[in-house]
């Protein structure tokens, strides 16, 4: 089985990596994220997940292990393929789809391409008590800061996107001096800077 990649990036192109390893040119498909971290001509070490069926043999890669085993646990849910456990990866990070897994929070589930209300009720179910707990969050003063992740959902329920509540969050932990204020507090804090970049 092949756990990892490491050579040489030979091509990028939509959704594949080309990663040459002692002459020979592996192709890997990747989430856009772990695409654009690529370039040509740098060496790379991906995670990688070899699919085999009767008709093909087809590798995943993933910027880590992380990555790579939340994919082949998404694999293990009745009716998620691995295109469709890529997509996942490509429109949540791991820490975001394990807390919502974890939560039973479908709709953050249905965000994904090819994943309806009863797919994402029937992840929840399957791999709710797989999943664990979600990874440490963002740390500030040495201290985890629970705050974050709540005020990140927060936004993205309100309809702002994953990549414009990360910023949101972290442009408001620079701003915290001391004791954290309440989690409301925050919220409309970061609302207010988001409204002004609209």
Do not use: Y
């Amino acid at each position: 089985m092949i756990a990892s990649v490491a050579g040489t990036v030979a091509a990028i192109g939509a959704d594949v990596a080309v990663v040459e390893v002692g002459g020979v040119g592996l192709a890997l498909h990747c989430a856009p994220a772990t695409l654009s971290a690529l370039r040509i001509g740098q060496t790379t070490r991906l995670a990688a997940s070899l699919i085999v069926r009767e008709d093909s043999l087809t590798l995943f890669g993933f910027a880590d292990d992380d990555e790579k085993h939340l994919f082949e646990l998404l694999l293990t849910a009745s009716g998620v393929g691995p295109r469709i456990a890529q997509a996942a990866l490509s429109v949540h990070s791991p820490e975001v789809l394990r807390s919502a897994i974890s939560l039973g929070d479908t709709s953050t589930l249905t965000q994904v391409p090819g994943i309806g209300k009863k797919g994402a009720e029937r992840i929840v179910l399957e791999l709710r008590d797989k999943v664990g707990a979600p990874s440490p969050l963002p740390v500030q003063g040495g201290r985890p800061q629970a705050w974050t992740e709540q005020v990140r959902q927060g936004l993205i329920g309100l309809g702002w996107s994953q990549l414009q509540a990360d910023q949101a969050v972290s442009a408001v932990a620079q701003t915290i001096d001391g004791t954290t204020p309440p989690v409301p507090v925050l919220l409309k804090q970061a609302i207010r800077l988001l409204g002004k970049n609209r």
